[in-house]
């Protein structure tokens, strides 16, 4: 075996996991006589690393939902489940590795820690003390440590084994890409309200009545949270706060290149080696040889590559004063630049800004107010957490201090008022009746506190408080009912081989498609629908409110020209193999783990679980 048998990542890994899993259960004591929540065959699983993978987990799904999680959630969600069956693979593959004597070697081992930059001292070289303080530090003996490393290396090796070399057969791939390129050559037409050949109908009570009853679903409010806050923004103190001339005129100054800005140019520059070969390029568009873009392809350029963006004449240095004479759409030179003789290409004329402090003077009072604004909230929230410390409520704040009192009935979809704010939502969100009250702040700059009242359960609205909606619904659908009624012997004749021409129809779009293409304007189950179909075939679907009536012309091969498709080849065929490898290491432990045997400790489990309450 090679000497760099481990790689450093691993190792760093290694440490990584074992170092920054014990943030949080070195104080934790599961000391005692039991030493593993389980193992299979002859490989345990040590309780510590199931205590420290169960812990990274959850820190885990705790930074994803920006909120702290329980174990009980923990176990709702899974996450104590996966982390076992991990463990469970690992010990699995740990108990084969011994059994076939894998293993990295004692010389190689050294070799490896010796030259880990981690326990290397300021010389250079290996840190005895160094090494023995960093595995003190994870609680870790050099033995443990070691062994870990080796027990690692040597399931890294078996199931590399494993993985490695796996191809998907020609065949297989052969039937995927046929399937992903072949091509659809297709005709629809759209019928809408006023194609409808009919009159629409007109709902009576009863037929409110009877679709309201059916759609409940449709006109009932969501279980929402009614809640109580106190809000203050910077909005709601900006008329009392007060910008002295001296602070308006001094952002004006610091901000002078904003409000006055020169006349300006957007420009594109291509360089040439010397002033002939930029003589040359230029005849050519003159005669009309070439383009400009033809000069810029020509030299393996994008038109982003020569873009100089926005430039003042002061920029160009000498080119400056031709390049501003010239028009919109000129290309002017060879003209001097600071990389050589160029060609410029005026895409645009900025004309010069100037504002006054007059002109500038209104939105400098509101950003500075603003500003102050966000100011004089920040310096009052320690005053409201004492307040809600001492036991005010939220009523109390909006009487004492500058909050406002509002309540809401909040739900996911509730966009208004103080739910705009994403700082809000995420809060409402997390509210519980144990909550007590607390200051949050906004992104924007204000604060709030709240308290939830009441869960309020999911409520059927009566039909006199949605009759807009339900009869608006009501003769959406019925106007399908009578498209689809009108479109029906239109259908049969499309199938019977007549074109959507042929039966009074007009095209509204026709395309060869592919099961890779999207069409914005057409439903989500077009394209499933139309790789459904048999040639010659019709049908119809709804969307929308509309009817599009579907006529398939023609089934034909993949494109051989198709250049999407031999990328897409190489992508396939690497993430088939992927998941074959994968589906193949999943067999191989799901047999170790048949031939050797799980125990499960239930008892230890417990144990680690009690330190997470």
């Excluded at 003390?129 to 062994?147: H, K, N, P, V």
């Excluded at 957007?266 to 568009?285: D, H, M, Q, Y």
């Excluded at 500075?368 to 005010?392: C, E, F, H, M, P």
């Amino acid at each position: 075996m090679a000497k760099k048998g481990i790689t450093n990542a691993l190792v760093w890994g290694l440490m990584g996991l074992l170092i920054l899993g014990l943030g949080g259960f070195g104080v934790t004591n599961l000391s005692g006589s039991v030493r593993s929540v389980g193992s299979v065959g002859d490989s345990d699983i040590d309780v510590d690393e199931y205590a420290r993978a169960l812990q990274r987990e959850i820190r885990a799904v705790e930074a994803e939902r920006g909120q702290p999680v329980s174990l009980s959630e923990a176990r709702d969600m899974g996450v104590t489940d996966s982390v076992l069956a991990r463990l469970i693979a690992s010990a699995a593959f740990d108990h084969e590795a011994t059994q076939i004597g894998l293993s990295i070697g004692d010389e190689n081992l050294r070799d490896e820690i010796v030259n880990m930059q981690q326990f290397q001292g300021v010389d250079g070289k290996f840190d005895r003390e160094g090494y023995r303080y960093a595995l003190d530090q994870a609680g870790l003996s050099e033995t443990a440590f070691e062994e870990d490393i080796r027990a690692e290396t040597a399931r890294s090796f078996l199931q590399a084994s494993v993985m490695a070399g796996v191809t998907m057969p020609e065949g297989y791939m052969q039937t995927l890409l046929e399937y992903l390129g072949e091509q659809r050559s297709v005709a629809w037409s759209v019928l809408e309200r006023g194609d409808l050949q009919t009159g629409l109908p007109v709902p009576d009570e009863d037929d409110l009545q009877a679709y309201h009853s059916e759609n409940e679903d449709r006109f009932t409010i969501p279980e929402r949270k009614r809640i109580t806050y106190a809000l203050l923004t910077p909005d709601m103190l900006i008329d009392t706060v007060e910008v002295d001339e001296k602070a308006l005129r001094d952002a004006y100054e610091a901000r002078n290149a904003e409000f006055n800005q020169p006349e300006r140019r957007l420009v594109e520059r291509l360089v040439f080696g010397n002033e002939e070969a930029a003589r040359a390029a230029f005849e050519k568009i003159e005669s009309g040889e070439a383009t400009f873009e033809e000069l810029v392809a020509n030299r393996g350029l994008e038109l982003s590559d020569i873009d100089l963006g926005d430039v003042s004449k002061t920029d160009l240095g000498g080119a400056g004063e031709e390049v501003f004479a010239a028009s919109t759409g000129d290309v002017v030179g060879p003209l001097p630049s600071s990389v050589g003789p160029a060609l410029f290409r005026i895409n645009a004329v900025l004309s010069e800004q100037v504002a006054s402090f007059e002109e500038a003077e209104p939105d400098l009072r509101a950003e500075l107010a603003a500003d102050r604004a966000r100011r004089v909230i920040d310096s009052r929230i320690d005053a409201v957490d004492d307040l809600l410390a001492g036991g005010a409520t939220i009523e109390d704040l909006a009487d004492e201090t500058d909050l406002e009192l509002g309540q809401i009935d909040w739900h996911e979809g509730v966009s208004d008022g103080i739910a705009a704010y994403e700082s809000f939502r995420s809060a409402a969100n997390a509210l519980s009746e144990d909550d007590y009250p607390e200051v949050i702040q906004l992104d924007e700059g204000g604060i709030f506190a709240m308290r939830l009242d009441e869960v309020v359960p999911p409520e059927v609205q009566p039909l006199d408080e949605v009759r807009d909606a339900v009869t608006a619904a009501w003769e959406a659908d019925a106007l399908v009912t009578e498209l689809k009624a009108q479109a029906e012997p239109l259908v049969a004749e499309l199938s019977n081989g007549e074109s959507l021409e042929d039966v009074g129809l007009a095209v509204d779009g026709s395309e060869t498609m592919t099961r890779r293409d999207f069409r914005a304007e057409v439903p989500p189950a077009f394209i499933e629908t139309v790789f459904g179909m048999e040639e010659g075939g019709a049908t119809m679907i709804e969307g929308n409110g509309r009817i599009f009536v579907i006529k398939l012309n023609e089934i034909l091969p993949p494109d051989a020209e198709d250049g999407d498709l031999e990328e897409l080849q190489g992508a396939l065929q690497q993430r088939a193999a992927t998941s074959l490898s994968q589906d193949l290491f999943q067999l191989l432990a799901n047999d170790i783990r048949a031939r050797a045997g799980i125990n499960l400790d239930q008892a230890a489990l417990n144990a680690v679980h009690s330190n997470f309450r």
